[in-house]
Protein backbone atom coordinates (compact mmCIF):
# COMPACT_ATOMS: atom_id res chain seq x y z
CA UNK A 1 0.00 0.00 0.00
CA UNK A 2 1.47 3.44 -1.05
CA UNK A 3 2.14 6.15 2.02
CA UNK A 4 1.56 8.81 0.18
CA UNK A 5 -1.80 9.62 2.24
CA UNK A 6 -3.17 12.61 0.35
CA UNK A 7 -2.85 10.71 -3.07
CA UNK A 8 -5.45 8.11 -1.55
CA UNK A 9 -7.29 10.74 0.28
CA UNK A 10 -8.24 12.55 -3.23
CA UNK A 11 -8.73 9.52 -5.45
CA UNK A 12 -11.51 8.88 -2.73
CA UNK A 13 -12.83 11.98 -2.64
CA UNK A 14 -12.89 12.59 -6.54
CA UNK A 15 -14.67 9.23 -7.11
CA UNK A 16 -16.92 9.39 -3.87
CA UNK A 17 -17.14 12.92 -2.98
CA UNK A 18 -20.85 12.57 -1.28
CA UNK A 19 -19.94 9.14 0.28
CA UNK A 20 -19.45 9.71 3.75
CA UNK A 21 -16.31 10.19 5.36
CA UNK A 22 -16.63 10.73 9.16
CA UNK A 23 -19.89 10.42 11.34
CA UNK A 24 -19.82 12.43 15.13
CA UNK A 25 -22.28 10.06 17.15
CA UNK A 26 -23.76 11.92 20.49
CA UNK A 27 -26.83 10.28 21.74
CA UNK A 28 -29.71 10.95 19.20
CA UNK A 29 -27.77 13.54 17.73
CA UNK A 30 -25.65 12.72 14.34
CA UNK A 31 -22.67 15.34 12.31
CA UNK A 32 -21.66 13.72 9.34
CA UNK A 33 -19.09 14.80 6.86
CA UNK A 34 -18.51 13.79 3.33
CA UNK A 35 -15.24 13.69 2.04
CA UNK A 36 -15.69 16.62 -0.01
CA UNK A 37 -16.50 18.40 2.97
CA UNK A 38 -13.57 16.89 4.88
CA UNK A 39 -11.32 17.50 1.93
CA UNK A 40 -12.82 20.99 1.75
CA UNK A 41 -12.32 21.75 5.47
CA UNK A 42 -8.92 20.48 5.93
CA UNK A 43 -8.04 22.44 2.90
CA UNK A 44 -9.20 25.67 4.49
CA UNK A 45 -7.39 25.30 7.49
CA UNK A 46 -4.03 24.59 5.87
CA UNK A 47 -4.61 27.77 3.37
CA UNK A 48 -5.06 29.76 6.76
CA UNK A 49 -2.48 28.62 8.58
CA UNK A 50 -0.37 29.07 5.85
CA UNK A 51 -2.05 32.81 4.92
CA UNK A 52 -1.21 33.59 8.76
CA UNK A 53 2.41 33.04 8.78
CA UNK A 54 2.99 28.99 9.15
CA UNK A 55 5.90 27.74 8.16
CA UNK A 56 6.58 24.38 6.76
CA UNK A 57 8.23 22.74 9.98
CA UNK A 58 6.70 24.64 12.45
CA UNK A 59 5.59 23.16 15.80
CA UNK A 60 1.28 23.09 16.00
CA UNK A 61 -0.86 22.25 18.80
CA UNK A 62 -4.25 20.54 18.75
CA UNK A 63 -6.32 20.89 21.57
CA UNK A 64 -9.73 19.65 20.32
CA UNK A 65 -12.22 17.35 22.14
CA UNK A 66 -12.87 14.20 20.35
CA UNK A 67 -14.92 15.21 17.50
CA UNK A 68 -14.27 15.20 13.54
CA UNK A 69 -13.17 18.49 14.06
CA UNK A 70 -10.00 17.27 15.32
CA UNK A 71 -9.34 15.16 12.19
CA UNK A 72 -9.93 18.17 9.77
CA UNK A 73 -7.33 20.33 12.04
CA UNK A 74 -5.12 17.51 11.54
CA UNK A 75 -5.58 16.95 8.21
CA UNK A 76 -5.14 20.77 7.45
CA UNK A 77 -1.79 21.07 9.53
CA UNK A 78 -0.73 18.16 8.18
CA UNK A 79 -1.00 19.52 4.42
CA UNK A 80 0.29 23.08 5.45
CA UNK A 81 3.95 21.37 6.64
CA UNK A 82 3.30 21.45 10.44
CA UNK A 83 4.58 19.44 12.77
CA UNK A 84 1.75 18.24 14.70
CA UNK A 85 1.48 17.80 18.59
CA UNK A 86 -2.01 16.36 19.91
CA UNK A 87 -2.56 17.47 23.44
CA UNK A 88 -4.69 15.62 25.95
CA UNK A 89 -7.94 18.13 26.54
CA UNK A 90 -8.13 16.17 30.60
CA UNK A 91 -4.73 17.67 31.12
CA UNK A 92 -4.39 20.50 33.81
CA UNK A 93 -3.53 23.87 32.56
CA UNK A 94 -0.38 23.33 34.08
CA UNK A 95 0.50 20.26 32.30
CA UNK A 96 -0.67 21.58 29.13
CA UNK A 97 1.65 25.00 29.52
CA UNK A 98 4.20 22.51 29.69
CA UNK A 99 4.08 20.44 26.96
CA UNK A 100 3.71 23.55 24.99
CA UNK A 101 6.56 24.93 25.98
CA UNK A 102 8.74 21.39 25.78
CA UNK A 103 7.37 20.24 22.11
CA UNK A 104 8.08 24.55 21.22
CA UNK A 105 4.71 24.82 19.68
CA UNK A 106 4.42 28.05 17.56
CA UNK A 107 0.78 27.57 16.91
CA UNK A 108 -2.25 26.47 18.16
CA UNK A 109 -5.51 25.13 16.72
CA UNK A 110 -8.25 24.81 19.11
CA UNK A 111 -11.87 24.37 19.20
CA UNK A 112 -14.02 27.22 20.82
CA UNK A 113 -14.88 24.78 23.32
CA UNK A 114 -11.74 24.66 24.57
CA UNK A 115 -10.55 27.93 24.08
CA UNK A 116 -10.98 28.90 27.82
CA UNK A 117 -8.48 25.76 28.88
CA UNK A 118 -6.13 27.61 26.18
CA UNK A 119 -6.17 30.53 27.83
CA UNK A 120 -5.52 28.96 31.23
CA UNK A 121 -2.35 27.32 30.03
CA UNK A 122 -1.10 30.04 28.52
CA UNK A 123 -1.49 32.78 31.35
CA UNK A 124 1.50 30.42 31.93
CA UNK A 125 3.31 31.02 29.51
CA UNK A 126 5.74 33.95 28.17
CA UNK A 127 3.54 35.07 25.81
CA UNK A 128 0.53 33.54 23.94
CA UNK A 129 1.23 32.02 20.73
CA UNK A 130 -0.62 32.81 17.27
CA UNK A 131 -4.12 30.60 17.14
CA UNK A 132 -6.60 29.06 14.83
CA UNK A 133 -9.54 28.85 17.04
CA UNK A 134 -11.82 26.03 14.62
CA UNK A 135 -16.04 25.80 15.50
CA UNK A 136 -17.86 22.49 14.67
CA UNK A 137 -19.80 24.35 12.02
CA UNK A 138 -18.01 27.13 10.26
CA UNK A 139 -18.48 28.09 6.22
CA UNK A 140 -15.33 27.58 3.72
CA UNK A 141 -14.85 29.71 1.18
CA UNK A 142 -11.89 29.00 0.43
CA UNK A 143 -10.80 25.72 -1.74
CA UNK A 144 -7.19 24.14 -2.37
CA UNK A 145 -5.47 20.57 -3.17
CA UNK A 146 -4.17 18.71 -0.60
CA UNK A 147 -1.44 19.00 0.53
CA UNK A 148 -0.59 22.10 0.01
CA UNK A 149 3.32 21.67 0.66
CA UNK A 150 5.11 18.43 -0.18
CA UNK A 151 6.42 16.41 2.25
CA UNK A 152 8.96 13.14 2.52
CA UNK A 153 7.76 10.48 4.01
CA UNK A 154 10.58 10.33 6.61
CA UNK A 155 9.86 14.69 7.47
CA UNK A 156 8.64 14.58 11.10
CA UNK A 157 4.62 14.45 11.43
CA UNK A 158 4.07 14.59 15.09
CA UNK A 159 5.46 14.93 18.53
CA UNK A 160 2.94 12.40 20.37
CA UNK A 161 3.61 12.89 24.35
CA UNK A 162 2.97 9.63 26.77
CA UNK A 163 -0.36 10.27 29.41
CA UNK A 164 2.45 10.88 31.94
CA UNK A 165 -0.11 7.99 34.01
CA UNK A 166 3.93 7.01 36.16
CA UNK A 167 5.76 9.94 35.81
CA UNK A 168 6.19 13.36 33.11
CA UNK A 169 4.70 12.84 29.97
CA UNK A 170 7.66 12.08 27.54
CA UNK A 171 7.75 12.83 23.89
CA UNK A 172 8.32 11.12 20.66
CA UNK A 173 8.93 11.84 17.65
CA UNK A 174 6.96 10.16 14.69
CA UNK A 175 7.48 10.54 10.51
CA UNK A 176 4.86 10.15 8.08
CA UNK A 177 6.29 6.65 7.56
CA UNK A 178 5.89 5.41 10.92
CA UNK A 179 2.52 6.86 11.24
CA UNK A 180 1.11 5.65 7.56
CA UNK A 181 2.75 2.37 7.87
CA UNK A 182 0.90 1.37 11.30
CA UNK A 183 -2.07 2.40 9.51
CA UNK A 184 -1.31 -0.14 6.44
CA UNK A 185 -0.62 -2.78 8.18
CA UNK A 186 -3.38 -2.50 9.64
CA UNK A 187 -5.99 -2.10 6.90
CA UNK A 188 -3.74 -5.04 5.62
CA UNK A 189 -4.35 -7.53 8.39
CA UNK A 190 -8.58 -5.92 9.03
CA UNK A 191 -9.26 -6.07 4.88
CA UNK A 192 -11.87 -3.79 5.07
CA UNK A 193 -14.75 -2.96 1.85
CA UNK A 194 -16.26 0.20 0.81
CA UNK A 195 -19.49 -0.72 2.84
CA UNK A 196 -18.31 -1.10 6.50
CA UNK A 197 -18.31 1.45 8.95
CA UNK A 198 -15.41 1.66 11.78
CA UNK A 199 -16.56 2.62 15.42
CA UNK A 200 -13.67 4.52 17.24
CA UNK A 201 -13.68 5.10 20.67
CA UNK A 202 -10.72 6.80 21.55
CA UNK A 203 -9.92 10.36 22.03
CA UNK A 204 -8.38 11.25 18.89
CA UNK A 205 -5.21 12.40 20.29
CA UNK A 206 -4.36 9.01 21.02
CA UNK A 207 -1.90 7.47 19.03
CA UNK A 208 -3.94 4.76 18.00
CA UNK A 209 -6.94 6.73 17.30
Known amino acids: MSLDFFARFNENASRTPDRIALQYLDGAHRETFTYEQVRRRAAAIGLRLAAEGLH ?29 VPLDPLHDPETLASLIAHSECKWMLVSERLLAKLEQAEALLPSPL ?19 VARSP ?3 LMILYTSGTTGAPKGAILTGRNVYQNVAAGISMVGPT ?8 LPLNHVLA
Open 194 to 201: SEEHFLNV
Open 154 to 156: DDE
Open 130 to 148: PRVVLRREEEVREDGLLPL
Open 56 to 84: PGDHAGILIETHPLWGLAFLGAQSAGAVI
